[in-house]
């Protein structure tokens, strides 16, 4: 599972993120607790809601 920063977030546009999110959410299930690939979900959907938070946008 690739980790999304903060900065390559910025870039996608609302839907994209809200999409990201989604998928990220219903792939979370798939990863057992204490693996990296949960981590960088986590980490990830954390990136998401900072991102759109700095940019104003709501889900």
Same mark, same amino acid.
């Given at each position: 599972? #690739? #980790? ?10 609302? !839907? $994209? &993120? +809200?999409? #990201? !999110?989604? @998928?990220?959410?219903?792939? &979370? /299930? $798939?990863? $057992?607790?204490?693996? +990296? $690939?949960?981590? /960088?979900? &986590?980490?990830? *959907? @954390? @990136? ?8 104003? *946008?709501?889900?």
């Amino acid at each position: 599972m #690739l #980790l999304w920063t903060i900065g390559e977030l910025m870039h996608l546009t609302r !839907d $994209e &993120l +809200c999409n #990201l !999110d989604g @998928n990220l959410r219903h792939a &979370l /299930a $798939e990863f $057992e607790a204490g693996t +990296c $690939e949960r981590y /960088a979900v &986590l980490t990830t *959907l @954390n @990136n998401i809601r900072r991102a759109m938070g700095r940019r104003g *946008l709501h889900y």
